[in-house]
């Protein structure tokens, strides 16, 4: 048999999703489930090999073809670009990225350039730039409701799932930005060499969404 197919998975909740999927196609993911601190584990009766990594380590390995798939949030896929397939959108880890502001705040009120805070600075700009409008984009690292509350930002663009952390943040959507949720992604040469074999795998997961 040839070589495992090597699928990279984001690391947490995709990683979970992606082997319940596995698992609906009737995979045998217990290696994966009794992983420990192991980052590289067998399916062998899928010939695949999971690697579990950050989404954005996800877009490179798959970018430089070490891996030859991946699973990886839109989010990321969106901030990163990259050249390599969208193969399925997944359906699973749905959320999606919002433009907030502190409750009531007239965003779009007055001639000042706006200051925006993110994780994302190249989805914001391009909302923005779409948009035509002028605005300062600052990178935060983490937990973004911050910015707006200590007055470093007008608003944020942000991931928002259930909404629960702008909710008890007195913050709200004031726009929707994009949806967002897992896809799988391909190396461009994989596709070509194992093409058989992926669009195998593909078929069967469209199968089971
Ligand atoms: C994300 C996002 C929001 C929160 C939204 O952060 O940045 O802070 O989840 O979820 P909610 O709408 O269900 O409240 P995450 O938990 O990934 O942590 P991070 O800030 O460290 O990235």
């Known amino acids: 048999m040839s070589r495992p197919i090597r699928m990279a998975l984001t690391k ?9 999927l596995l698992e609906k196609l009737g995979f045998d993911c217990t290696a994966v489930r009794e ?12 010939n695949l090999e999971v690697v579990l990594a950050k989404a954005n380590d996800v877009i490179t390995y798959v970018e430089h ?29 749905k959320c999606k990225f919002a433009l907030a502001t502190k409750k009531d705040y007239d965003f779009y009120g007055g001639y000042g350039i706006k200051t925006i805070a993110t994780k994302y600075p190249n989805v914001s700009r391009h909302f923005f730039e779409k948009k035509g409008m002028d605005t300062e984009i600052i990178k935060i690292e983490g937990s973004v409701e ?9 608003g944020i663009v942000d991931i928002v799932e ?19 949720s897992a896809r799988l992604i391909a190396n461009t040469v994989s596709l070509k060499m194992r093409q058989a074999e992926i669009e195998g795998l593909i ?6 969404l």
């Open 12 to 20: 947490g909740r995709l990683e979970k999703d992606t082997v319940g």
């Open 35 to 46: 992983k420990g601190r192991k980052l590289i584990l067998p399916v062998p009766d899928a």
């Open 65 to 93: 073809g070490v891996c030859d798939m991946g699973v990886v949030g839109k989010d990321t896929i969106m901030e990163m670009n990259g050249k390599f397939y969208e193969l399925v959108d997944l359906g699973f880890g």
């Open 146 to 154: 911050l910015a707006p509350l200590l007055e470093l930002a007008d």
């Open 162 to 180: 259930t909404g629960t952390t702008l909710k008890e943040n007195g913050l709200e959507v004031i726009e929707d930005v994009a949806p967002i």
């Open 203 to 208: 078929k069967l997961i469209e199968e089971n």
